[in-house]
């Protein structure tokens, strides 16, 4: 009985250790580790940006030929950051290659939206895509967590 017991435990402990849920994007897609950046720098913080950057380049495997995903590989590469003004340096560089990459392709919209705060980066402006909602800005979090004009997929983005 015992045994049947320690194995059971040992096999529920296995399984919750290999659920989906605990991996930052299991899924494959550019988009669910960028989103996850995006939502973790409106909270001014820079937890798991290594394994999130890490994500992004795995899921860009086979797609380095889509629009925008140079720009978001070369971003993910200097998101882990040690302080959270180069990481936001380095999301903004994703940003507009993911804006790019998510323009490319319609499906890719539903449910996101382009988002531009002419205030961030000393009044350069920077865009960023997140879930559609209320705007949760990366680049100011607390300061200015909602500063930021929703824009239309086919409207330009300003220059930053």
């Not at 992004?56 to 925008?68: C, F, I, L, R, W």
């Not at 997140?130 to 930021?148: D, F, I, T």
Request: aromatic share 4%; glycine share 10%; with cysteine.
């Amino acid at each position: 009985m015992r045994t049947r017991l320690a194995l059971f435990v040992l096999a529920a402990t296995a399984i919750s250790c290999d659920s989906s849920a605990d991996k930052p994007a299991g899924d494959g897609t550019l988009l669910t580790p960028y989103l996850q950046i995006q939502s973790t720098l409106a909270e001014d913080k820079l937890d798991n940006l290594s394994e999130l950057g890490a994500a992004v380049v795995k899921a860009s495997e086979g797609k380095t030929d889509k629009p925008g995903v140079d720009k978001i590989i070369q971003g993910a590469g200097r998101i882990a950051a040690q302080d959270i003004a180069t990481a936001r340096s380095a999301f903004k560089t994703m940003s507009e290659g993911m804006i790019e990459f998510v323009k490319a392709d319609a499906a890719k919209q539903e449910g996101h939206m382009l988002v531009h705060c002419t205030m961030t980066f000393a009044g350069k402006g920077a865009p960023w895509v997140q879930k559609s909602g209320k705007v949760m800005n990366p680049y100011e979090g607390a300061m200015m967590l909602h500063c930021g004009d929703k824009l239309q997929w086919d409207d330009e983005v300003p220059a930053g």
